[in-house]
């Protein structure tokens, strides 16, 4: 099946994802397993159908991918607590600076991560595929983001 004719159908699971992602505890929202799965498995639809990915080429990059996307939102997760959490214990400009200097240094920790991966994801697909899969992330976390204002 085809998932660009069916925009609506993607779009659905898209917000599902990004809800999923923006959460540092699944059971405190009360998030099913189910509900998990089916947001994963659009992800995952999504990415194959914009990767056009062969099945030595799915074999190779998804063990690959799941490690990255893994680790970064291990470090997504450390951001929000830097900025969620300390905002109310901080009191001191020193305070302030230490934390921002903390998301800084996760961002370059996330640059260099997007490197590495991408060397790696490299050796699997081509290029046009690694910007392709950029691309659908960006497609799949837009429409999450976009479906979850309507509600």
Same mark, same amino acid.
């Given at each position: 099946?085809n ?33 998990? #799965? %089916? ?68 961002? /370059? #920790? ?18 046009? /595929?690694?910007?392709?899969?950029y691309?659908?992330? %960006? ?6 983001? /976009?479906?979850? #204002? /309507?509600?």
């Amino acid at each position: 099946m085809n998932l660009k004719l069916f925009p609506n159908y993607y779009k659905i699971f898209a917000c599902l994802f990004i809800a999923l992602c923006s959460v540092t505890s699944v059971q405190a929202q009360g998030r099913s397993e189910d509900e998990i #799965k %089916r947001i994963q498995d659009a992800k995952v639809a999504i990415i194959t159908n914009r990767l056009n990915l062969t099945p030595e080429q799915s074999t190779g990059f998804w063990p690959i991918y799941n490690e990255y996307s893994q680790k970064r939102r291990e470090i997504h997760r450390e951001q929000r607590m830097i900025i969620n959490n300390k905002k109310a214990l901080v009191k001191t400009d020193n305070q302030v600076m230490n934390n921002l200097k903390e998301v800084q240094d996760l961002r /370059q #920790k996330e640059l260099d991560l997007e490197k590495e991966y991408q060397s790696r994801f490299l050796k699997v697909i081509s290029a046009s /595929q690694v910007i392709e899969l950029y691309k659908a992330e %960006r497609t799949f976390n837009d429409m999450l983001i /976009q479906r979850l #204002k /309507q509600r």
